[in-house]
């Protein structure tokens, strides 16, 4: 059993993949090709946004916006704990000081309340200037934007959508890396899309943004390659994986997002009364990056691992440790809040394999270990 099947995911769209990698190396446009920018304006298309900017990887996507937007030292920029390193890591990488903030215990995403006490605080002390609100759409499920709109307006601050495991997802009829005033996603192989290596995005209404970002991820590039108008970096997605991703962007949008959906909603369910199923607000729809179960604490969640390990079927913690207790962050410079939640999550949590392409004979399995560990012998 795969944590992420891949492999029957390619068996299943062999002939339409191989076809486009075929073509890119026939025509020989391996950098900037065509597919490129085709897949550009489906990607707009599809979330509803103006501009979509391709680059190298979801970490340059976010570095990207932020330099769009000159953040730097003695800004502020509000991070959830509880994510992936690149979120935090990218506004240090620029100067700028990342201030942790808890997260939601059901949902796993930023909590308004922690974030405006943050802001709050950081205004009143009067040492930074409060610039940025980089969410995170965490397992599939967008941020509550609706709220977090409303801080970001009450204290003129931008936000930046970190859809790399979000793309997708709705509120409402709105999708996610629609939701930022720049977004980003990632196409790492095991995200919602993923392409064969890595790749990334950005998104925005923005005409000046857009100027700037296709500029900034080709070495500020001005007229041409060769006339140089600002610093900038190496940021580009390749075609082949730009031909890759159409193919699956198709897939995607035709079936595998329900897909995914009726397998996670089976195994809520399934293991409702079992363990802690995610939850999932009303009007939101998760792409299902990850479906994190909780277990009462460390020992328990361990305990369960190792025996799911031992029936061959994998899991995945993310993420055992808060961003701010990572080494990296402990002589940087950042603000650490008291992030409860995020703590407490990081020793319940557990990922179950989840794909659009798993069997019903593959989850029946993972459901009846899972029981069969909490209920004895069935």
Not at 218 to 230: L, P
Not at 252 to 271: K, T
Request: proline share 4%; with cysteine; net charge negative.
């Amino acid at each position: 059993m795969q944590f992420r099947d891949l492999q029957k995911q390619y068996q299943l769209l062999k002939t339409e993949i191989d076809q486009a990698i075929q073509k890119v190396l026939m025509d020989g446009n391996f950098i900037s090709g065509n597919q490129v920018t085709e897949l550009e304006h489906q990607l707009a298309s599809y979330t509803g946004v103006k501009h979509c900017i391709t680059c190298a990887n979801g970490t340059d996507a976010l570095t990207l916006a932020l330099m769009v937007w000159n953040i730097g030292p003695g800004d502020a920029v509000f991070v959830p704990d509880f994510t992936f390193f690149a979120s935090g890591e990218t506004p240090a990488y620029e100067g700028a000081v990342p201030v942790f903030v808890d997260v939601e215990r059901d949902t796993f995403n930023m909590s308004p309340g922690s974030l405006e006490e943050a802001i709050v605080k950081i205004e009143k002390e009067g040492k930074l200037i409060p610039r940025v609100i980089i969410t995170v759409d965490l397992f599939g499920q967008p941020a509550d934007y609706p709220k977090i709109r409303e801080i970001a307006k009450k204290h003129h601050l931008l936000i930046l959508e970190d859809g790399a495991q979000g793309f997708g997802g709705l509120i409402g009829e709105q999708r996610a890396c629609s939701f930022g005033d720049i977004s980003t996603t990632s196409f790492f192989p095991a995200k919602p899309l993923g392409c064969y290596g890595d790749g990334g995005a950005v998104f925005t209404d923005s005409d000046e943004w857009a100027k700037l970002l296709r500029s900034y991820r080709i070495h500020g590039k001005g007229a041409d390659k060769y006339d140089n108008v600002r610093i900038g970096m190496n940021s580009r997605l390749d075609t082949l994986q730009a031909a890759i991703l159409q193919v699956k962007l198709k897939a995607f949008m035709e079936h595998e997002l329900e897909a995914v959906n009726r397998v996670a909603d089976r195994y809520s369910q399934e293991l409702e009364g079992v363990v802690t199923v995610p939850y999932i607000r009303s009007g939101f729809l998760s792409s299902w990056a990850q479906y994190s179960i909780l277990l009462e604490n460390s020992e328990n969640r361990d305990g369960l691992q190792k025996y799911l390990k031992d029936k061959e079927i994998p899991t995945n913690v993310y993420y055992p440790k808060p961003m701010s207790f990572q080494i990296a962050f402990t002589e940087a410079n950042c603000i650490k809040t008291d992030s409860f939640v995020s703590k407490e999550l990081s020793e319940r949590v557990l990922s179950l394999p989840l794909h659009p392409y798993m069997s019903v004979e593959e989850q029946d399995q993972v459901i009846y270990e899972i029981k069969k560990y909490f209920t004895g012998n069935l």
